[in-house]
């Protein structure tokens, strides 16, 4: 009583349709997680993102635009309560974002800055066979099915007059579906990289610098490819 409350179909109508689209976005982005598809991941989550962002900034109109407060009896209460809460999880969840991604550039350009002397100063080669536990046999074995049906991919992003915005390193086996027991052998010996589907094909990658520095360069680095795959390594 005394309370003019806000019309469902204006502001609170626009921001539902915001959130289920966030939702479909999202989803979008974990199906082409699952399926490898980087580019989609990308887009889904940045989508996402910025639905979010929508959201929290029309929650914010709508506070503005209230007649009414918290204080103002049980209506009140229960309205700032149940918006600002669900205001409050995004805000959380752009905030982790933000903390990951800044992480996660400052990680790259420490590495970077780093390795050529990390790779002149440890003994990497001898390195991966104590940590990870793995027989020359087994290195040898990998080594050989990586000369039939390995490879070592560089992608480059936009690249013009020698300048780019994003360089990715691949390291990559890929086989028929039937073989996914071969692929999960190699994942869970190495202990790194993914595995994804695409139709009748299955393909077991690892695409992370600290895995492919410390693990998959030193392999191949102990033990030589026979294959023109060993100048495609050298390049790599």
């Not at 407060?69 to 209506?75: A, L, N, W």
């Not at 073989?179 to 990289?193: D, F, S």
Request: aromatic share 14%.
């Amino acid at each position: 009583m005394g309370i003019e409350t806000i019309n469902p179909f204006e502001l609170p109508a626009l921001n539902t349709v915001i959130l289920l689209a966030s939702g479909v976005t999202i989803t979008y982005g974990h199906h082409s997680l699952i399926q490898g598809n980087r580019k989609g991941t990308l887009i889904g989550v940045v989508y996402t993102i910025l639905l979010a962002i929508i959201f929290t900034a029309l929650q914010g109109v709508e506070y503005t635009v209230s007649s009414f407060t918290i204080s103002d009896g049980t209506y009140g209460s229960c309205f700032y309560f149940g918006t600002g809460f669900h205001g409050l999880i995004i805000y959380v969840a752009l905030y982790i974002y933000t903390i990951i991604y800044l992480y996660k550039k400052n990680q790259n350009i420490l590495i970077t800055n780093n390795i050529s002397t990390t790779l002149s100063n440890c003994n990497l080669k001898q390195d991966i066979l104590t940590k990870l536990n793995l027989k020359k046999e087994f290195l040898e074995w990998l080594v050989g099915f990586t000369d039939g049906d390995g490879n070592f991919n560089i992608k480059v992003t936009n690249l013009k007059n020698n300048t780019f915005t994003s360089v990715q390193f691949t390291f990559q086996i890929s086989l028929h579906k039937d073989e996914i027991k071969v692929l999960e052998y190699i994942k869970n010996n190495l202990k790194c990289g993914h595995i994804s589907y695409s139709n009748n094909r299955i393909n077991y990658f690892v695409n992370d610098i600290n895995s492919l520095l410390y693990i998959i360069i030193p392999i191949f680095e102990f033990v030589n490819l026979n294959s023109s795959k060993h100048h495609h390594f050298l390049l790599f």
